[in-house]
Each structure stands twice: as C-alpha cells, then as structure tokens.
C-alpha cells in the first residue's frame, strides 16, 4: 500500500480491540507510513497474517502489542491537543510493556529514512510531560 500523504509504503496491522478506543474512527486495522508515519484506517482484509514487523520503519519500535501502541502514539502525535488522553494511555501501554516510548521517539528522530509528518523533537517533550508531568 501506498501512503497518501508521502508516498511512502505503509505497514498495515490489526489494532487490539482493546486499543480501539484510542483512535479517531476506532478501526479495527490501520496502516502507518514507513517514511513519514501518518496511520490510515484500512481494511482488516488488506492485512497480512502473523504480527507486524515493525522494523520496516525502525527496529527501535518494540514488538507485539506495545509495537501497536507505539505506532497509534506516533501516528496521532500530530494531533496532540485533540488526542492527549489517548496518547498518554497509549504511551503508558508501551512503557508497561517494558520499552521506552522516549527512546523511540529519539531514535525516530535520528533516523535518515524516516521523515515524520511532524515535529519529533517537539512532540518528545510534550509525550515527556504526558507521561511524567
């Protein structure tokens, strides 16, 4: 699939039913950019079988769920002010999980292929101030 926005190829997964809540449209599948990381709702039809891997983005993204949750946190990053309840649960999910949401988020930051749609070292500190403030 093709991201709308970029171009970019995007990665498509299922979103956990209990992860649902936390999206816009509350879709049972999305897809992420792998360059410029915007998400998508898709078609639980357009995706693969068997977990993502999120390595097509970074391998700084955890696995499994928390990789989920990462990847819906970094995708509604740009909305921080519609989406701040969301994505302090999201973030929360992650660091639960045992990874650094933060980390990721640097780590993003100094990726050469990646190009978010939004400012990655801004938003680090405000999900800084969501998850510790």
Same mark, same amino acid.
């Given at each position: 699939?093709?991201?709308p926005?970029?171009?970019?190829?995007?990665?498509a997964?299922?979103v956990p039913?209990?992860?649902?809540?936390?999206?816009?449209?509350?879709s049972?599948?999305?897809?992420?950019c792998?360059?410029?990381?915007?998400?998508?709702?898709?078609?639980?039809?357009d995706?693969?079988?068997?977990?993502?891997?999120?390595? $097509?983005? *970074?391998?700084?993204? +955890?696995?499994? !769920?928390a990789g989920?949750?990462m990847?819906? /946190?970094?995708? &509604? #990053?740009?909305?921080?002010?519609?989406y701040?309840?969301?994505?302090?649960?999201?973030l929360?999910?992650v660091e639960r999980?045992?990874?650094?949401p933060?980390?990721?988020l640097?780590?993003?930051? $100094?990726? *050469?292929?990646v190009? +978010?749609?939004? !400012?990655?070292?801004?938003?680090?500190t405000? /999900?800084?101030? &969501? #998850?510790?403030?």
């Amino acid at each position: 699939m093709t991201c709308p926005d970029c171009g970019g190829d995007q990665l498509a997964f299922r979103v956990p039913a209990d992860l649902r809540d936390h999206l816009p449209e509350a879709s049972a599948a999305v897809a992420i950019c792998t360059r410029c990381l915007a998400i998508d709702p898709v078609e639980e039809s357009d995706v693969p079988e068997g977990p993502p891997d999120f390595s $097509a983005i *970074s391998d700084a993204f +955890p696995s499994g !769920d928390a990789g989920v949750a990462m990847a819906l /946190a970094v995708g &509604l #990053l740009d909305s921080l002010a519609l989406y701040r309840a969301e994505l302090s649960a999201l973030l929360e999910r992650v660091e639960r999980a045992g990874s650094d949401p933060l980390l990721v988020l640097d780590r993003l930051a $100094a990726n *050469s292929g990646v190009d +978010p749609h939004f !400012d990655v070292d801004r938003r680090r500190t405000q /999900a800084e101030q &969501l #998850l510790y403030g």
